[in-house]
């Protein structure tokens, strides 16, 4: 029975392996969000470092409103650097952010064009890890090996008897 139980868990665990790999991709496409990790303490409390956040895409109207989270690109090309922060303050043309761990708003006024979207939720702590390491080339390797090394683990001895004993015809005498 102990055997059974193992087979089971092993086929339950590379299904959860694959999941792992392909639920990011489907949200991403259902959706239109993207990932984004978060690389500074600016936003602490609210996202530390590590956290993956979700991110809508812009819709138009993001910097319109006080407190209203955004993420943003600055930079050259498009934005090197993205970031989410708050609103602070509405401008005609765009709007001032401050982080929530900042003591000052940001050093410059952003427009709606460098408005990327809003964060929709955040994975943290060490499922943020575990999915980050997901989405990285090596770790997409080694989840899906493991996946289908669990996959083709062989089934306890009785059960393989078992399902041969189903496969055979009854003999008639």
Same mark, same amino acid.
């Given at each position: ?7 089971i ?7 959860l ?22 690389s ?12 993956v956040?979700?991110?809508?895409? #812009?819709?138009?109207?993001e910097?319109?409103?006080? *407190? $209203?989270?955004v !993420? %943003?690109?600055? +930079?050259a ?10 609103v ?12 929530d761990?900042?003591?000052e ?11 990327e ?10 499922v #943020? ?5 997901s989405?990285? *080339? $090596?770790?997409? !390797? %080694?989840?899906? +090996?493991a996946a ?5 683990v062989?089934a ?10 189903k ?7």
């Amino acid at each position: 029975m102990v055997h059974r139980a193992t087979h089971i868990l092993a086929r339950t665990t590379a299904v959860l392996f694959l999941i792992l790999l392909v639920a990011p991709f489907v949200w991403q496409t259902v959706t239109g969000d993207r990932f984004m990790r978060v690389s500074s303490g600016s936003m602490e409390p609210t996202y530390t470092v590590g956290d993956v956040i979700s991110v809508r895409p #812009a819709e138009g109207g993001e910097l319109t409103r006080v *407190g $209203a989270e955004v !993420v %943003v690109a600055m +930079g050259a090309a498009g934005g090197d650097t993205r970031y989410v922060h708050r609103v602070e303050e509405v401008l005609a043309d765009g709007a001032w952010l401050r982080g929530d761990n900042n003591s000052e708003r940001d050093p410059q006024p952003v427009t709606q064009a460098q408005v990327e979207g809003t964060p929709r939720f955040a994975v943290t702590g060490h499922v #943020a890890d575990l999915f980050t390491v997901s989405q990285e *080339g $090596a770790g997409r !390797v %080694v989840i899906a +090996g493991a996946a289908l090394a669990l996959l083709f683990v062989p089934a306890p001895a009785a059960s393989r008897a078992a399902l041969a004993e189903k496969k055979q015809p009854a003999v008639q005498t």
